[in-house]
């Protein structure tokens, strides 16, 4: 019984494992478009005078259907990118 629990926990922290790796490995991949909020966020603090990210960070957000947080970050991105 006691290894049939080993078991299953090595088998849940492998899958906890890959799901990490995956999640980094996107991360890395520069030519792919963010697609959880989480990497929007990462992407407009790696490019924080960008327009075009702030702009598909809130189309991300419209695309979601939240637009309270597209408006938020449509305000954010007023306050940060220059208007030169």
Do not use: I, N
Not at 6 to 28: H, N, P, Y
Not at 54 to 81: E, I, M, N
């Amino acid at each position: 019984m006691f290894g049939a629990s080993c078991e299953l926990a090595s088998v849940m922290e492998f899958g906890l494992l890959t799901a990490r790796c995956q999640a980094e490995q996107r991360l890395l991949d520069a030519d792919r478009e963010p697609q959880t909020d989480d990497e929007f966020a990462r992407l407009v603090v790696q490019s924080p005078h960008s327009s075009l990210c702030w702009l598909r960070y809130v189309a991300f957000k419209v695309s979601t259907a939240d637009l309270d947080g597209a408006r938020t970050v449509f305000d954010r991105a007023l306050q940060t990118v220059p208007s030169w």
